[in-house]
């Protein structure tokens, strides 16, 4: 399969339609490069927030209640775009608030060809969304079963905690993908070497899609630092670097990757090592360690 994942800007638009017209030339342009899984990033959603006005867009709290109000739509857009074109779409995550609950989750969505195809709520506050803007966790981690493969998604500040993609792996995950939305340099790369150490650990695929640029109609995605990328582990069928694919830095565009999940499965059970499998050594190592009955 042909990934693209993007390093997409945020921008300050009018009204609905100019957000769809945006994502309609994303989607064309990736579709038309022959790509199949198409990864958008954490919080892109935001823009939504600014069809209230610059207003509700400059304001912690209402700009959450403005992006999720606009939820169900975009929800219809990307759909009708993974069907038009024929592709796999991970839209860009944004605030929902689920029935019954007084504060939103950071929810992306997947859709494919035949329509919706599931969900995944980030799992992990950043001190941001504790500390600031009251962003809550979500429903757990789930693999979500498609033709392209099985994808887990760990949304930015999850990609850094091995145990919540080992629970994908142990699910069956073949890729995993990790929309991010960091401010600095530091913050991307430590979601791109998460998103690498989950490539290694599980032997599979991870992908990395960023926001980039500056947002300054918004306290909450003002400044946004990253670059797109695929990531594989550094073994049999996969670069020795362990990165199939990389944009540059903070440059806005789809970063395209072949991958082949026969990939995963051939160094899961032929590569130099096994970090797949070994996983539970590695386990009952730790908890034998943390008993102190190691010499």
Not at 56 to 66: F, I, K, V
């Amino acid at each position: 399969m042909k990934i693209a994942t993007a390093a997409y800007p945020l921008d300050l638009l009018p009204d609905f339609p100019a957000y769809a017209e945006k994502q309609i030339a994303w989607v064309r342009e990736a579709a038309g490069q022959g790509a199949d899984l198409l990864v958008f990033p954490e919080y892109g959603r935001m823009e939504l927030a600014g069809l209230v006005g610059a207003a509700a867009a400059g304001d912690l709290e209402a700009s959450l209640h403005a992006a999720a109000s606009y939820a169900e739509d975009a929800d219809a857009l990307t759909a009708s775009l993974a069907e038009g074109y024929g592709v796999h779409i991970l839209a860009p995550s944004g605030p929902v608030f689920h029935e019954g609950a007084e504060r939103p989750t950071n929810q992306a969505s997947l859709f494919g060809p035949e329509g919706y195809l599931g969900q995944q709520d980030k799992q992990i506050m950043t001190r941001f969304e504790r500390e600031h803007w009251n962003v809550v966790p979500g429903e757990p981690l789930a693999v979500i079963d498609t033709a392209l493969g099985r994808i887990g998604i760990l949304i930015c500040y999850d990609a850094e905690f091995p145990l919540l993609g080992r629970a994908l792996i142990d699910q069956g995950a073949e890729i995993i993908l990790c929309p991010s939305c960091t401010d600095s340099l530091a913050g991307y790369s430590r979601v791109r070497i998460g998103a690498m150490a989950r490539a290694l650990e599980g032997q599979c695929i991870t992908v990395q899609s960023p926001t980039v640029g500056a947002a300054k109609w918004s306290p909450a995605v003002d400044e946004n630092v990253g670059i797109a990328g695929v990531y594989g582990p550094p073994d049999l069928g996969f670069p020795a670097t362990g990165i199939v694919a990389e944009g540059a830095l903070n440059t806005p565009g789809w970063t395209y990757a072949e991958v082949d999940i026969a990939a995963v499965h051939r160094v899961r059970a032929e590569g130099s090592v096994f970090n797949h499998a070994h996983w539970p050594e590695s386990a009952a190592a730790a908890k034998i360690a943390e008993n102190g009955d190691l010499p």
